[in-house]
C-alpha cells in the first residue's frame, strides 16, 4: 500500500513529470496515483508494495536528502542527494514540490532469461528539488520501491535540447545505518578493470569500490549498491569515508569531468537490493525492472546455447593467436570443432585469432587490427559455410586491445562481413590496461567512463541493425540494459576461468562461492566453465583450476548466462564422456530459477527449470571446506516424479588432491524428496531432473 507523508495533498501532476524523456505518467500503465500541486513541501515517503520498506525525502538546511526504513529499522540513514556542474557552485535545496505518487502491478516476458516472466510491482514517488543554481534550479527526483530495493535517479528536464553541460559530481551518498556491516568488494580504478578477486572487510574500511557492492549487516540484512540503465553516462563506483558512509563517485574522462552531455537528459537510476538472505539478493529482478523495455521488437535471432572454441588452447600455450606454424584459428582446426559442436548438439563455435593484428605486443598494437581481413590459413567463407551445413554458427571475434578509434572505424564494415557470413554472435574484447584505453593517439581513458560506455552502446546498436547478438568482454559492467537490447547476450566483466590457466595464483574455491552474490548480480556472466583437465600433468596448485570436476559442471546452473562455453579441449571431453554428458544435457534458456540457499564466499546452491519443460536443474558449489546440506525439492511440480540424474564429488574428492573422483547415480524423486548434498572442499554436485 503506499503510504502518503503529511503535508502532501492531491491535485495535477507535475509538468516535469510529463514532459521529460524519462517514462511518464501517460506511458505506464497506472493502477493508482496521486499528486499535489505545485506548493513546496518539505518532505514525502513511499512504502513498497509488501510496506516492508518505506523511502523518504525531505529538504532542510539546504540539503536534499532520502533515508530507507526497512521493518522499522534504518538502512540508510539521512544522505544527500543531488548533481553537481562545472562553473556552478554545490547546489542548495530550498525546497521540494510537485510531489506525485503512482503505483504499478504488472509483468513482463523476457525473450530469454533467468526468469521467462518477470513481475514489476512498484511504488514510485516523484517530486521536484528546488536548487539555487541555474541547472538545478528544477532537479526531478524519481524513487521507485520495490518489495526487494529501490531505484533512484535524477531529471533535468528544462535544460534547453541541445544545450551541453558538464556534469562534475555526483552527490548521491548511502549513510549506512547503525549495526555493523561487512562488504565484499574490491579496488575500482585499477589497470585490470574489474579481474579482482574480492575482499571480505569490515564496511568502513571501503576506498573507491566497483558495483555491485554487496554487504551484510550482523543482524542478516543483505544489501547490495549498483546502477541500472547506464546510458551515455559513467560509470557510478563508490567511495568510503571510513565511517561507513557512501558516496557515489563517478569515473572520470581525461580531463577530470565525469560527463559531457546535452539537455535534456535523465541519469541512470542509483539502485540498493535489500534481502532477509544472499540468495534473495540473487533472485532479484529489480535491475532489469528499472530498464525501459524491448526496442528491438522479434529478436528470435539472439540464441541462446552453448559453444566451444578455438581459445583455451591458446591459454594453455598449445597453439598461438598469432600466426605462424603454431596458429589456432586454421581452417582445419575450425573445422574440427565444428565436427564437435555438431556431434555433441552445440549451437556455435568461437574463433579467436583468425584476423590480421595478432602478431607481436597486440596488446600494444590494437590499432593495427584488421576485423574484416583473414590470415591467409584461415578461410573464413569456407569455414562459415562448413559449419551451417551442420548447423553451427560461427561466432565471431573483435579484440580491440583498447583501440577503440580503429574499431570504430571499421564497425559497420566489420558487422556487414560478419553477417554476409551468417554469423549472429560476436564476442568483443578490450584488454588493455584501465586508464590507458585510447585511440593511440590522444589521452587514456577508464575502462568505464562515459567515452567507453558511449563506445560499447553503439557497438550494440549497430550490432542489432545486422541482427548480431554481442558477447562483451573486458566490458562496461551489466546494468540491465539486455531488457531494452536483448541482443546483449552475455558479458564477462569479472576474474574468469582465464585465470585458471594462467593467473599464478589462479582463482581459489571461494571465488564461485562468492560470484552468484556479487558480479552476478548484474546480469549474465560470460564466466567459460567446464574445464576436465584440472590437474593438467600435476602443475601445482596456484597454476591450475581450484575445484573438483562435479564442481565445474555445476557452474552452468549457478554461474547464470544464456551463453555458456564449454571450455575445455575435445580431447579432453572425449576421456570423460559420463560427466561431458551433464554439459550436452543442461540448457541456457530458463523457465524460472530459485536460488535455494547459500551464504557469500562459503557455498551456492541454485535451481532452474528449463523453458519448455518440466524438468529442472540443480547446481552447488561450495568454497575450501567440505559441507553436507540438507535440501528439499520442494520447488519440482507436485503429483510428479522425476529421474534425477546425480553428478556429484566422489567419497575422496578434494580440489588439493582427488579433483577429478567423480560419483554418478540416478534415483526417482518429488516434491516431497529431501536430498543430502554432500560436497568436497573446492567441490560441487550437478542434478538433472528429468520429468517423467
Not at 211 to 225: K, N, V
Request: glycine share 10%; net charge negative.
Amino acid at each position: 500500500m503506499l503510504q502518503f507523508c503529511a503535508g502532501t495533498r492531491s491535485g495535477t501532476p507535475s509538468k516535469l513529470r510529463l514532459r521529460g524523456r524519462g517514462i511518464g505518467l501517460a506511458a505506464i500503465g497506472v493502477l493508482a496515483f496521486g499528486a499535489n500541486s505545485a506548493a513546496a513541501q518539505d518532505s514525502a515517503c513511499a512504502k513498497s508494495p509488501d510496506s516492508r520498506i518505506q523511502v523518504c525525502v525531505s529538504v532542510a538546511g539546504g540539503r536534499a536528502q532520502y533515508t530507507v526504513e526497512r521493518d522499522g529499522k534504518t538502512v540508510v540513514a539521512p544522505s544527500n542527494l543531488g548533481m553537481s556542474f562545472e562553473g556552478e557552485a554545490i547546489p542548495r535545496f530550498e525546497a521540494m514540490s510537485d510531489i506525485a505518487r503512482k503505483e504499478e502491478r504488472t509483468s513482463w516476458e523476457q525473450p530469454w532469461g533467468e526468469a521467462r516472466v518477470v513481475a514489476n510491482d512498484y511504488s514510485q514517488l516523484a517530486v521536484v528539488l528546488r536548487g539555487d543554481t541555474p541547472l538545478t534550479r528544477e532537479t526531478g527526483l524519481t524513487i521507485r520501491v520495490f518489495d526487494d530495493g529501490l531505484g533512484l535517479r535524477y531529471e533535468f528536464a528544462d535544460i534547453p535540447a541541445g544545450r551541453e553541460v558538464s556534469v562534475v559530481g555526483d552527490l548521491t551518498e548511502f549513510r549506512l545505518g547503525s549495526g555493523k556491516w561487512e562488504a565484499w568488494w574490491y579496488p575500482a580504478l585499477q589497470p585490470d578493470r574489474d579481474e579482482y578477486l574480492y575482499s571480505r572487510t569490515d564496511a568502513r574500511r571501503i576506498t573507491l569500490a566497483e558495483t555491485p557492492l554487496t554487504m551484510r549487516r550482523e543482524d542478516g540484512l543483505h544489501a547490495s549498491i549498483h546502477e541500472a540503465a547506464l546510458i551515455d553516462f559513467p560509470s557510478m563506483l563508490l567511495s568510503g569515508d571510513g565511517s561507513g558512509s557512501l558516496r557515489s563517485w563517478l569515473t572520470p574522462l581525461p580531463d577530470g569531468i565525469s560527463a559531457r552531455i546535452s539537455g535534456p537528459f535523465e541519469t541512470p537510476w542509483r539502485t540498493i537490493l535489500l534481502g532477509d538472505s544472499a540468495g534473495a539478493l540473487a533472485d532479484s529482478r529489480l535491475t532489469l525492472n528499472l530498464n525501459e523495455p524491448n526496442r528491438l521488437g522479434d529478436v528470435s535471432w539472439v540464441e541462446p546455447g552453448k559453444y566451444v572454441g578455438i581459445w583455451w588452447e591458446m591459454h594453455l600455450d598449445k597453439s598461438t593467436w598469432a600466426s605462424g606454424p603454431r596458429h589456432g584459428a586454421t581452417s582445419a582446426n575450425a573445422k574440427r570443432y565444428i565436427d564437435f559442436a555438431h556431434a555433441n548438439g552445440f549451437d556455435g563455435v568461437l574463433v579467436e585469432g583468425w584476423n590480421e593484428g595478432w602478431d607481436g605486443d597486440w596488446i600494444q598494437n590494437g590499432n593495427k587490427f584488421s576485423f574484416t581481413q583473414p590470415y591467409p590459413d584461415f578461410d573464413i567463407g569456407e569455414v562459415t559455410r562448413y559449419g551451417l551445413g551442420k548447423g553451427v554458427r560461427l561466432i565471431g571475434h573483435n579484440e580491440t586491445g583498447g583501440g577503440i578509434t580503429n574499431y570504430e572505424r571499421q564497425l559497420d564494415d566489420a558487422l556487414d562481413f560478419y553477417a554476409r557470413l551468417g554469423v549472429r554472435q560476436i564476442k568483443t574484447g578490450y584488454v588493455r590496461r584501465s586508464g590507458d584505453v585510447d585511440d593511440f593517439e590522444g589521452p587514456g581513458h577508464w575502462f568505464a567512463d562515459q567515452f567507453m560506455v558511449r563506445h560499447h552502446q553503439r557497438v550494440a546498436e549497430a550490432a542489432a541493425k545486422r541482427q548480431i547478438a554481442i558477447n562483451a568482454h573486458e566490458p562496461v559492467k551489466d546494468t540491465g540494459l539486455r531488457r531494452t537490447w536483448p541482443n546483449l547476450i552475455s558479458r564477462e566483466g569479472a576474474r574468469g576461468q582465464e585465470f585458471n590457466a594462467w593467473g599464478r595464483p589462479t582463482n581459489p574455491p571461494e571465488h564461485r562461492s562468492i560470484l552468484p552474490f556479487t558480479r552476478l548480480l548484474a546480469g549474465p556472466m560470460d564466466f567459460t566453465p567446464g574445464i576436465f583437465d584440472i590437474e593438467r600433468g600435476g602443475v601445482p596448485l596456484d597454476h591450475r583450476v581450484q575445484s573438483t570436476l562435479a564442481a565445474q559442471l555445476a557452474l552452468y546452473v549457478v554461474f547464470y548466462s544464456p551463453i555458456q562455453m564449454a571450455a575445455d579441449l575435445p580431447e579432453n571431453y572425449a576421456r570423460r564422456p559420463d560427466a561431458f554428458q551433464f554439459i550436452r544435457d543442461v540448457p541456457t534458456d530458463w523457465e524460472r530459477s530459485r536460488t535455494l540457499q547459500g551464504e557469500i564466499g562459503d557455498f551456492a546452491v541454485v535451481a532452474r527449470q528449463e523453458r519448455g519443460s518440466a524438468d529442472w536443474f540443480l547446481g552447488g558449489v561450495t568454497d575450501e571446506n567440505a559441507r553436507s546440506l540438507i535440501q528439499p525439492l520442494d520447488f519440482l511440480e507436485a503429483g510428479r516424479q522425476y529421474e534425477a540424474q546425480i553428478y556429484r564429488d566422489g567419497d575422496d574428492a578434494d580440489y588439493r588432491t582427488m579433483p577429478l573422483a567423480l560419483e554418478i547415480s540416478n534415483m526417482t524423486v518429488t516434491k516431497d524428496t529431501v536430498l543430502g548434498l554432500r560436497l568436497a572442499p573446492g567441490g560441487g554436485v550437478a542434478i538433472r531432473f528429468r520429468a517423467l
